[in-house]
C-alpha cells in the first residue's frame, strides 16, 4: 500500500537532513547514535513540525542536539519554505534576528561562557562590534580553558577598526601555539577580522583536514561571510557535503 503523500515527504526530510551521519562526520567514520524527537505545531492550514536530533558520536565528551524544521501547507498539499510565509519585500531575517535575541536575553545564563560567547557571534552579524567585543571578553574570563577562544575576539577588536588590539590578541595565539594545541579555527576568525582572506582560508583548509567539529558551523556562522564569494571557501563548503537547503 503507498504511502500518503505527506508521510512520504516527511520521511524523505528525515532521511536527507542527517546532517552528520550522511555528510561530513561520516567521512571520519565514526560511530554514532542518535535519537529523533519531534513536536507538532497547527495553525490554519499550517503544519509545522520541529525535529530535535541528539546525537553521541563514539569518543565524545558529550552528545550534540540539533534542530530542524519541516513546513507543510495542508490546503495546497505541498512543502513550504520560511521565506514563504513573509511578503516578497519583507526583510524577515532582521525581525526574525530580533526574536531570537530577545528570547536569547530572557534565557540568558550569566555564569556559562558560551553564552557571551555565541551572543559575540550574533553581534557580529549585527555589525555590533563593540558589544561582540564586550561578550567575547566576558567568554574568556569565564572559560578556564586557554587561550580559550579568543580567535573571534581578535576579529571584533579588528571589525571595530580597534587593529592594534587585534593584532596583539593574533599575537598571543600565535605565541600560545609554540606550546599548547590552538585550534585552527581560532585563526581562521582571527584572519578573518583582519580582512586577510588568503591567511584565513589556508588554515580553514588546515581545520577541514584536522576534521575540526566547528566546520559545521561554517554555512550559518555570519562571520564567514565575506569568505563566501571566495573560491576556496565555496570549494571547501563542497567537499563537506553540506544538503543543499
Not at 561530513?24 to 503544519?47: G, Q, R, S, V
Not at 526574536?99 to 553564552?115: G, K, L, M, N, R
Not at 559575540?120 to 574570563?141: L, N
Amino acid at each position: 500500500m503507498p504511502r500518503p503523500p505527506l508521510l512520504a515527504m516527511i520521511l524523505s526530510f528525515i532521511n536527507s537532513d542527517d546532517y552528520y551521519c550522511n555528510h561530513f562526520i561520516k567521512e571520519c567514520k565514526c560511530t554514532h547514535d542518535y535519537d529523533i524527537d519531534c513536536e507538532c505545531y497547527f495553525d490554519n492550514n499550517l503544519l509545522s513540525i520541529k525535529f530535535i536530533i541528539y546525537e553521541y558520536m563514539a569518543g565524545a565528551a558529550h552528545g550534540y542536539n540539533g534542530y530542524n524544521s519541516f513546513n507543510y501547507d495542508l490546503l495546497n498539499g505541498q512543502e513550504i519554505d520560511i521565506a514563504d510565509l513573509f511578503y516578497e519585500d519583507a526583510d524577515y531575517l532582521m525581525a526574525l534576528s530580533q526574536i531570537a535575541t530577545d528570547y536569547f536575553d530572557q534565557q540568558f545564563e550569566p555564569d556559562v561562557w558560551f553564552t557571551h560567547f555565541w551572543l559575540g557571534h550574533t553581534y557580529i552579524g549585527k555589525h555590533m562590534y563593540e558589544d561582540a567585543i564586550r561578550e567575547f571578553q566576558e567568554a574568556d574570563e569565564l572559560l578556564d580553558q586557554k587561550p580559550g577562544y579568543v580567535g573571534a575576539l581578535c576579529a571584533a577588536y579588528a571589525l571595530a577598526n580597534r587593529k592594534n588590539e587585534a593584532r596583539k590578541v593574533l599575537q598571543q595565539l600565535q605565541e600560545s601555539r609554540q606550546n599548547a594545541y590552538v585550534a585552527s579555527i581560532q585563526f581562521v576568525h582571527a584572519y578573518i577580522g583582519l580582512g586577510d582572506k588568503e591567511k584565513a582560508l589556508a588554515h580553514l583548509q588546515d581545520c577541514y583536514k584536522e576534521r575540526e567539529n566547528w566546520m559545521t558551523f561554517t554555512r550559518a556562522l555570519p562571520i564567514y561571510d565575506s569568505l563566501r564569494s571566495e573560491p576556496g571557501f565555496q570549494e571547501i563548503i563542497r567537499k563537506m557535503n553540506f544538503p543543499e537547503n
